[in-house]
């Protein structure tokens, strides 16, 4: 009997490496410590990280799929930061995602389903009373997507995991703030009781709603943002 070799798998460790160095670009981005215009160098970030520059061309390229980045030919990598109106589109584009997602979650979750959130909405509870912002964002991300599998459509989770992966690091802007991580938690609220009584008009609409308000506190964020860059700039010409 001829007994075959099993190719060796690649090893996933490159990916997360990838992934984790783009979701640190994405948040230097976002919050200013990386301005619009500046390049993004990969032996400097290879040396900055102490990694090689494989992970850091692979984050790169992840890092101009979300639109924080450009690759310009010839040139290289540089930041680039949304214009509001882009935003603005991208958060529309989630709100009606969201809430069509809310909608179906609410007419097809199973019991079992509808316990899960409503046992990850109490340790968001938690999390939101101990102002434990790492905490409340990452079980927030659990309880978006409990409600994204809900809808027992595939198709529909993966498209909307998509949009979410590129407005994930304005998404992140708000928890930053304590008072913000207060309002979603009771906008949650709402959501999880319709979800639970089966009202999915009310489900679709409250996710739309909950998914704008989030678009609105990022606005804001960025206007700050730009306004301080501006600022910055002016004193650079001087």
Do not use: W
């Not at 809310?102 to 389903?113: D, F, P, Y």
């Not at 996710?207 to 700039?233: C, F, G, N």
């Amino acid at each position: 009997m001829i007994h075959l070799q099993q190719a060796p798998q690649p090893s996933p460790e490159p990916v997360g490496i990838a992934q984790k160095l783009c979701q640190s670009l994405e948040d230097d981005i976002v919050t200013g410590v990386l301005v619009p215009g500046a390049r993004l160098e990969e032996t400097q970030l290879a040396k900055r990280f102490g990694v090689s520059r494989t992970p850091v061309r692979e984050a790169l390229q992840l890092l101009t799929a979300t639109e924080l980045a450009e690759k310009i030919p010839n040139r290289g990598v540089y930041v680039s930061l949304a214009t509001p109106e882009r935003l603005t589109a991208m958060f529309e584009s989630m709100a009606e995602l969201e809430a069509t997602c809310g909608r179906l979650a609410a007419k097809r979750m199973t019991s079992g389903e509808r316990h899960a959130l409503e046992e990850l909405h109490h340790e968001l509870a938690h999390a939101m009373r101990s102002g434990d912002s790492p905490a409340y964002e990452s079980q927030n991300r659990e309880f978006h997507n409990a409600i994204y599998a809900g809808t027992h459509n595939d198709v529909l989770v993966e498209v909307t995991q998509a949009v979410r992966r590129r407005v994930a690091p304005f998404r992140r802007v708000q928890f930053n703030s304590l008072p913000r991580l207060a309002s979603s938690h009771e906008e949650h609220q709402g959501i999880v009781d319709a979800i639970l009584r089966g009202d999915h008009k009310a489900a679709e609409e409250l996710l739309y709603a909950h998914i704008m308000s989030v678009h609105d506190v990022s606005q804001e964020y960025l206007a700050t943002l730009r306004a301080e860059s501006d600022h910055r700039a002016i004193l650079i010409a001087k």
